[in-house]
């Protein structure tokens, strides 16, 4: 089991920045994979970003490319996902989620992922 709890979501005005973080216990937080995900009302949870167990790897969506950065701490359990240059089309409950690597070629769908957090609303006001 691995428990995640994200932090860092809020009320920000387009342009500005805002750090998501997902505090990771339970079993090997450096086994994971990890992926943020988002969902907006009335629409389907969609990829945002991942990165490998490592550290190593990463890939975006493009509607975040260049805005977006997903790391990573594994000596203290936790995953971040800077958001840098805020839309309003950011407006979402983010959520963070781990799974084995060995489902890193399906990463991209929220089925590969084996553990959730509760997620963190991000507002993003025009």
């Known amino acids: 089991q691995v428990q995640l709890v994200e932090s860092g979501g809020g009320l920000v005005q387009a342009g500005g920045s805002l750090r998501l973080s997902c505090a990771a216990s339970g079993r090997s937080f450096s086994y994971y994979a990890m992926g943020w995900f988002r969902q907006a009302p009335d629409k389907e949870r969609e990829f945002v970003t991942r990165?490998?167990?490592?550290?190593?790897?990463?890939d975006y969506a493009d509607s975040v490319k260049g805005r977006f950065t997903i790391s990573r701490d594994n000596a203290k359990n936790t995953l971040y996902l800077q958001m840098n240059t805020l839309k309003p089309e950011d407006t979402a409950v983010y959520y963070c989620?781990?799974?084995?690597?060995?489902?890193?070629?399906?990463?991209?769908?929220?089925?590969?992922?084996?553990?959730w957090g509760q997620g963190a609303q991000v507002t993003v006001s025009s």
């Open positions: 989620a781990a799974a084995p690597m060995t489902s890193w070629y399906t990463g991209h769908i929220p089925s590969a992922y084996e553990y």
């Open positions: 990165i490998s167990s490592g550290g190593g790897a990463a």
